[in-house]
């Protein structure tokens, strides 16, 4: 792993899966994993050509910002951001033609899309994640404040992805909103457990999008945010911001 301050942001906060699924799935899932998917916009989600976004996070010694946009159709992902050293780099490629790409967009790249996306779409990966062991815990305390919700738990395979093993909690409230998360690493890397909010609601199109992220990050202050989200709708050239 390199160790660079912008490097490790990315494998910190990486979820366990790197195939991203656009699909609906194929095996059973419980029902709560479709109603959640279903409130952030999954039934419109076919309408979507492309979503471009910003994800921010600042982290101790870490402040960076990355600039996408992904084609959920084709699988193209353009990128606009900073490597390691601080210079500009900015790529375009189509992630089933990964392999034929330079090692920079291989090992920095495509891991800081596959975090990034998640962070910004994971109510839909909860129903799209096929391997996912996805449980409905029932109504427990929050893990930030005060106040309960209905914890559902997503736990990954403790093989293949980036961070085999890894759980998220999503502490879901009674209009299927995720309000806060609680992440738990499958490995021994840290850290070891991330505690966010979910807020800064906002619509882009027909997707509903969590913008605001604060917690901590194995007690240390994190916040992951989102800005310039928009979405391109099949047919139309013009891009609509979330609002």
């Known amino acids: 792993m390199k160790k660079s301050s912008r490097i490790t942001i990315i494998r910190l906060l990486l979820f366990g899966v790197l195939v991203l699924a656009v699909t609906s799935c194929s095996q059973q899932r419980p029902p709560v994993a479709e109603q959640i998917a279903k409130t952030y916009g999954l039934d419109s989600f076919g309408q979507i050509d492309a979503i471009r976004y910003t994800f921010n996070a600042e982290f101790p010694g870490v402040n960076l910002s990355r600039a996408w946009v992904w084609e959920p159709k084709t699988g193209q992902v353009s990128f606009e951001g900073k490597d390691k050293d601080g210079k500009p780099v900015k790529a375009t490629y189509v992630r089933s033609q990964l392999d034929k790409q330079p090692a920079n967009v291989k090992d920095d790249v495509d891991p800081g899309f596959v975090n990034d996306q998640y962070w910004l779409l994971f109510p839909f990966h909860v129903y799209w994640d096929t391997s996912a062991n996805v449980q409905d815990k029932g109504m427990q305390g929050l893990p930030l404040g005060s106040g309960s919700s209905k914890l559902i738990s997503v736990k990954y395979p403790s093989e293949g992805g980036y961070t085999p093993g890894d759980t998220w909690d999503l502490y879901v ?17 840290k850290p070891s ?3 966010a909010t979910w ?4 619509k882009a ?3 509903l999008i ?31 911001d979330a609002q």
């Open 173 to 189: 409230g009674k209009d299927n909103r995720v309000e806060q998360m609680v992440y738990h690493r499958g490995g021994p890397k």
């Open 193 to 195: 457990v991330v505690i």
């Open 199 to 202: 807020e800064g609601y906002k």
């Open 205 to 207: 199109g027909p997707l």
């Open 210 to 240: 969590s913008t605001d992220h604060r917690g901590t990050a194995d007690g240390q202050p994190l916040r992951i945010s989102f800005s310039n989200v928009s979405v391109k709708l099949k047919g139309s050239d013009t891009w609509v």
